[in-house]
T-cell receptor, first 111, second 114 residues
């Protein structure tokens, strides 16, 4: 079982749609959580950190459920420019530090 | 530009050759990370440094791979006796080393081993 799992998609949605991505992690030593965005052939860029209380940044909302060990990302009012791969990221501290990326979920927003 | 920089951006080499990549992190970032990414996958953690100390190495980092950060600033990743399976994007990231530890990535070095 992968340490961080995501639905690879692709998700094909029209402009203006709301889309949700989920991510599950297996290690309870996971300490911090993030969503990154990666455009084709570019480096990952931080979209937002994820907190247990939930956090929102404009059209983006992230949630963390530690009991169920899953993280979600909600995108409202999708734009063409949201088309990208969204990576779920977990930092572990099990006596040693490690960062685990999910394989990513591809999103295509169409006009 | 005060972001993470990596050189070279592209490298084509023949199997069996050695290659070295350089990463310059954001200044004053204590932590520096190396990842490898292949098509359709997320970045895979290779190693990380806290200042000049290499604190963690993945099992992916075979004995042909070595990384250094001699003065706690820039880092180098060397691959000896390259194999075709080493073809990938090699990404470097840095972070301030705070509790939240957000990582900022460089543009990567794309390696092709022929």
């Amino acid at each position: 079982r992968k340490e961080v799992e995501q639905d690879p998609g692709p998700f094909n949605v029209p402009e203006g749609a709301t889309v949700a991505f989920n991510c599950t992690y297996s290690n309870s030593a996971s300490q911090s959580f993030f969503w990154y965005r990666q455009d084709c052939r570019k480096e990952p860029k931080l979209l937002m950190s994820v907190y247990s209380s939930g956090n929102e940044d404009g059209r983006f909302t992230a949630q963390l459920n530690r009991a169920s060990q899953y993280i979600s990302l909600l995108i409202r009012d999708s734009k063409l420019s949201d088309s990208a791969t969204y990576l779920c990221v977990v930092n572990l501290d099990t006596g040693g530090f490690k960062t685990i990326f999910g394989a990513g979920t591809r999103l295509f927003v169409k006009a | 530009d005060t972001g993470v920089s990596q050189n070279p951006r592209h490298k084509i080499t023949k199997r069996g050759q050695n290659v070295t990549f350089r990463c310059d992190p954001i200044s004053e970032h204590n932590r520096l990370y190396w990842y490898r990414q292949t098509l359709g996958q997320g970045p895979e953690f290779l190693t990380y440094f806290q200042n000049e100390a290499q604190l963690e190495k993945s099992r992916l980092l075979s004995d042909r791979f070595s990384a250094e950060r001699p003065k706690g600033s820039f880092s180098t990743l060397e691959i000896q006796r390259t194999e075709q399976g080493d073809s990938a994007m090699y990404l470097c990231a840095s972070s301030p080393g705070t509790v939240s530890d957000t990582q900022y990535f460089g543009p990567g070095t794309r390696l092709l081993v022929l």
